[in-house]
């Protein structure tokens, strides 16, 4: 079984910044996919952004101000948000996928962390 912890998040003003970044522990044996979502209140969860070995992918609404990146040797995802808006609220998960090491396919979520932006 694979673990995320998530850090990071809080209240910031419109136009700040925060940085959310998401641990993974456990028997793993190979990261496929990581990346970002959230959900605001009464919405579905929406894709943020993802990081693959192929490259990365964002959102329409936070390209040019949100910035994935990960550490390989520690297994953590972290998301530089910058120039922050009050439609960026929601509560961000971060997501993993990949192979443990006993060969079995791994989608794990992390607690969740809000985010609020006041105007």
């Known amino acids: 079984q694979v673990q995320l912890v998530e850090s990071g998040g809080g209240l910031v003003q419109a136009g700040g910044s925060l940085r959310l970044t998401c641990a993974a522990s456990?028997?793993?044996?190979?990261?496929?996919?990581m990346g970002w979502y959230r959900q605001a209140p009464g919405k579905q969860r929406e894709l943020v952004t993802t990081?693959?070995?192929?490259?990365?992918n964002y959102a329409d609404s936070v390209k040019g101000r949100f910035t994935i990146s990960r550490d390989n040797a520690k297994n953590t995802i972290s998301l530089q948000m910058n120039s922050l808006k009050p439609e960026d609220t929601a509560v961000y998960y971060c997501?993993?996928?990949?192979?443990?090491?006993?060969?079995?396919?791994?989608?794990?979520w992390g607690q969740g962390t809000q985010v609020t932006v006041s105007s």
């Open positions: 456990g028997r793993i044996w190979r990261i496929n996919d």
């Open positions: 997501n993993i996928r990949g192979i443990t090491s006993t060969i079995v396919d791994f989608n794990s």
């Open positions: 990081i693959t070995s192929g490259g990365t």
